[in-house]
């Protein structure tokens, strides 16, 4: 991709302060959008909505939701942990959507795309509450992405994991022997995805070279492959 391959793109990016929040900025930038970066938590009903009245009309829409990821077994997960979870994870993105997708509708061109994860692909042993909101995302993203294509309104994700970011793979976690010994036993690529190859990635689909794609989910996990 080009430098100016984004160039004068307005873009949103929520919880831009955490999970690949800083880097994409860095990136899209770099590419030419405007990117508005916005670090409201959603989790209000109203959060999401105001957050697009004040970015004024964007281009694109980058759902980069996150969410401390709880390890409990299944048998013991609260009502509570569930509630909240959903709450940071799921219930922002429809709010999101009916705020962005009139506009796009009547223009007839914009782009959705979210950062979700591959947790949702595959079975994690102590990750089922953060597996089913990550797996809700996924299943919204390609029923509202197909919906969407017939008014030229591209909707995708990148479904990632062992993808480097500082909220879910911080410093301390990759410095740890048993986490190096993790990545060579479960990840072909024998590291985790660098954070600019994952945002270059989410640049180049928030392109127009990537109309084509509609409701669709790209795995992101360093050869590790959902099954």
């Known amino acids: 991709m080009s430098s100016s391959s984004l160039s004068g793109k307005r ?3 929520t919880h831009a302060d955490v999970f690949m929040g800083p880097v994409l900025c860095e990136v899209l930038r770099e590419h030419g959008a405007q990117v508005i970066a916005s670090s409201d938590a959603l989790i209000d009903a109203q959060a999401p909505a105001a957050v697009v009245a004040a970015a004024g009309e964007i281009d694109v829409l980058i759902a980069n939701l996150s969410y401390p990821a ?3 077994p ?3 997960t609260s009502d509570e942990e569930w509630r909240h979870a959903f709450a940071a994870l799921v219930d922002p993105l429809p709010r999101l959507f009916k705020a962005v997708l009139p506009a796009m509708i009547a223009r007839r061109s914009g782009k959705i795309l979210l ?3 591959a947790s949702a ?3 994690m042993k102590r990750a089922s509450t953060y597996s089913a909101a990550r797996g809700a995302q ?4 390609q029923a509202v992405g197909v ?3 017939a008014h030229n309104i591209q909707i995708n994700a990148i479904a990632q994991n062992f993808v480097d970011n500082p909220t879910y793979f911080p410093a301390e976690v990759q410095a740890d022997p048993r986490f190096k010994e993790r990545l060579r036993r479960e990840v072909p690529l024998g590291r985790l995805v660098g954070a600019r190859e994952d ?6 689909l928030c392109s127009a070279s990537a109309n084509c794609f509609v409701g669709q989910v790209f795995p992101v996990c360093g050869g590790w492959v959902p099954r």
Do not use: D
């Open 199 to 204: 945002a270059e990635f989410a640049a180049y």
């Open 147 to 149: 919906e969407m294509a």
């Open 138 to 141: 996924l299943a919204y993203v």
């Open 121 to 123: 692909l595959r079975g």
């Open 74 to 76: 299944a048998a013991e």
């Open 70 to 72: 709880p390890t409990t």
């Open 115 to 117: 950062m979700g994860s």
């Open 11 to 13: 873009i949103l990016l």
